[in-house]
């Protein structure tokens, strides 16, 4: 995997504002919706984990191919249209140089230090790739998953154990729907209805906001108690027996995982630390050096 041509300072002649334009245009959407930063950084993790981060994700369908977009897991990711309206002020400035892909990475760089949480200097220089099939989504880590699943999904991009843990700890910020954690609360298992690894209290609180049958298609949970803050409290959640998903809950039942999570859970200085390495990672996976930098993000050249 060839990260060389990734650089600092890769804009820094060819558009000085670039970052600038980002940020100022990320902001004024989070003004207008505060569910954006949490929308920005999924969106980046999605992108990343498919084909790498080459913003296939950013593709539109066409008649003859279904795009990751259209993909079951990527449904109710959101917000395209704060990258649509930052590549269109960067066209203005420096037209054909910004990568689509290079504007998510610095985009969920923004999300997260606005919201309280790290900063970071962003690699740049990745191409946008020119391939996006539905099918692949398929390859996307699952709220159902296991800790082995876990692992095996993140170790096929070259990501270990702590990536895994820290990269969950991006679910301090957001909002679920019932649909995603559904299984835990209502028919469990043969022996148990509700998951036994979910607090007693929080699994009263969890059914009362998704009954079954649930009628309210907008229900749901935030990730952690402070949604808005990116910070150290899923951790703490998780460690009271308050994960919304299966595979965050389960991140504290497999001694692999937990030592990690009970860490970032008293030290949130060490997770910040973390979560900077493995985003600096991320941002590397599946990188092209070869290829297109989009004119518009929804659209191959």
């Not at 913003?55 to 066409?62: I, K």
């Amino acid at each position: 995997m060839q990260t060389a041509s990734l650089n600092v300072h890769h804009y820094d002649q060819a558009c000085p504002r670039a970052e600038e334009i980002i940020l100022e245009t990320v902001r004024k959407a989070t003004r207008n919706d505060p569910k954006v930063p949490a929308r920005l950084l999924r969106m980046f993790f999605h992108d990343c984990f498919i084909r790498g981060c080459d913003a296939s994700l950013l593709l539109d369908s066409t008649p003859g191919n279904q795009a990751e977009k259209d993909g079951p897991p990527n449904i109710s990711v959101r917000a395209f249209y704060v990258i649509d309206e930052a590549k269109a002020k960067l066209e203005m400035a420096c037209p054909g140089t910004v990568s689509c892909a290079d504007i998510i990475a610095i985009a969920a760089r923004d999300v997260v230090s606005m919201t309280g949480g790290p900063y970071w200097e962003v690699l740049k220089g990745r191409k946008d790739g020119r391939v996006s099939k539905a099918s692949e989504t398929i390859n996307l880590p699952a709220p159902t998953f296991n800790v082995s699943q876990l692992i095996q999904s993140f170790a096929k991009r070259g990501l270990g154990l702590k990536e895994l843990v820290a990269v969950s700890g991006g679910h301090t910020l957001g909002f679920s729907h019932c649909s995603s954690f559904q299984a835990r609360i209502h028919n469990f298992s043969s022996t148990h209805d509700t998951d036994p690894s979910i607090n007693l209290s929080f699994a009263r609180e969890l059914k009362k906001k998704c009954p079954k049958p649930n009628k309210d298609r907008n229900a749901g949970q935030f990730l952690d108690r402070t949604a808005s803050t990116f910070d150290n409290d899923y951790y703490r959640r998780l460690m009271a027996g308050e994960g919304v998903f299966g595979s965050d809950q389960v991140l504290v039942g497999d001694h692999r995982t937990k030592w990690l999570v009970q860490s970032f859970s008293e030290d949130q200085g060490l997770f910040f630390k973390g979560f900077v390495a493995s985003m600096v990672n991320l941002g590397n996976v599946g990188v092209k050096e070869e290829g297109e930098v989009r004119r518009k993000c929804r659209l191959v050249n």
